[in-house]
């Protein structure tokens, strides 16, 4: 049977230029790579047989690509959509399964907390959703839809009839306004609060500095040397903090940081220093802000709402002092503790800048939209589980 006569081939200056790029570029598939070059040999003259031999593939291959791109151009050289194997299961299948993760297994009657792949597979089969399942196929459809059953939150609802009313002035001071009027230059807003039980742990064995491809080695056993308490309070905008350590958080050591700050400029001098708290018992109620105020007429304590000690730009100071100072904890006694914590006040107020707030009362009536909506549907959920 006679040979079929190659294919002549011409090529565009554009054309030549794509397949020059295809068949030496490194972020080109293999397979493209070589059906370029096939082309671009072709284009010289070269037979099949030839362009085989120097490419190093099947004499059909060559045939088959120097066809296609003489039809079709350079979309010839791209894979033919292909039917594939049949599906396994359905899409309804698919669903059920992706509704039993969006149930708690308490609800379903699965003595489990939340759910795993292996275990939805698992399930899918008892409830006759399939015949057989494996947990990869649940978790590429759960994957589908970013369902993770295996994890979890931790929120507390807002309860507190005031809220809003109470973090639209801590977000006020922020923006530097105290009920519609802007603040003036010689008035100051702080951040207050304290970090509790900051533990002296002594390692038995020598924390290990990181090396290369190896991180710091922290001994996992350790000495007790005691623990303290680190109060502080943070100037919203000047980014200053005034720090101390006590033995024990209460009302004294509270009122001897306020006393701490108060006593030094520009706080003594100034026309008001607001104190932002939360709802601790150092600092509760109208008896701590009549404390405040007897002590030092100027100074002005807001309280923030229950629950919401996260409006609180301390507790963000605080974090920084968990990640950089605290953890890992390892340290010879209490008083290795209060020197790193003053050490690293020195530091930070050297160098820090603003916290970059954002969270604005537009995004506060948002955030209570939402949580309306939920309540509502909440409630319209279990009237409607009583009334059947």
């Known amino acids: 049977m006679p040979v079929a006569a190659a294919r002549p081939i011409a090529l565009r200056t554009a054309e030549r230029e794509r397949l020059k790029k295809m068949a030496y570029g490194h972020k080109t598939e293999h397979r493209l790579r070589m059906r370029a070059q096939v082309v671009l040999h072709a284009a010289r003259g070269r037979s099949n047989a030839r362009i085989a031999r120097e490419t190093g593939l099947h004499l059909d291959t060559v045939r088959c690509w ?153 001994n996992h056993t350790y000495g007790r040397g005691g623990a303290l308490a680190y109060l502080a309070a943070y100037d919203v905008h000047a980014a200053k903090v005034s720090g101390r350590t006590e033995p024990r958080t209460g009302i004294d050591p509270f009122m001897n940081l306020v006393t701490q700050v108060m006593t030094k400029e520009p706080y003594a001098s100034a026309k008001r220093v607001f104190w932002i708290v939360d709802n601790g018992s150092s600092h509760r109620g109208r008896k701590a802000a009549d404390r405040l105020t007897a002590a030092f007429p100027n100074a002005v304590m807001v309280h923030t709402p229950i629950h919401a000690s996260w409006l609180n730009q301390v507790e963000i100071y605080f974090s920084v002092v968990q990640r950089k100072v605290v953890s890992p904890n390892d340290f010879t006694d209490l008083t290795q503790v209060g020197d790193r914590l003053r050490a690293f006040e020195d530091r930070y107020n050297a160098t820090a800048q603003p916290f970059q707030w954002k969270f604005t009362t537009s995004d506060l009536d948002d955030l209570l939209a939402r949580l309306d909506r939920h309540t509502a549907d909440h409630q319209e959920a279990s009237s409607f589980r009583l009334g059947a």
């Open 66 to 218: 120097r066809g296609r791109f003489a039809e079709h151009g350079l979309g010839g050289l791209t894979d033919r959509e292909r039917s594939g194997r049949p599906p396994s299961f359905t899409t309804l299948q698919a669903a059920q399964v992706k509704a039993l993760a969006c149930q708690l297994p308490a609800e379903t009657g699965v003595p489990l907390a939340r759910w795993s792949c292996p275990e939805l597979a698992g399930e899918a089969v008892a409830r006759a959703i399939a015949g057989s399942i494996s947990a990869s196929t649940v978790r590429r459809w759960l994957n589908d839809d970013a369902i993770k059953p295996w994890q979890h939150q931790s929120w507390i609802f807002i309860t507190a009839p005031d809220f809003r009313a109470k973090a639209e002035r801590v977000l006020d001071l922020y923006a530097r306004t105290w009920q519609g009027q802007p603040l003036g230059p010689d008035e100051y807003v702080i951040s207050a609060d304290e970090k509790t039980s900051i533990q002296a742990r002594c390692r038995c064995h020598p924390t290990l500095a990181p090396g290369q491809a190896r991180a710091m080695r922290v």
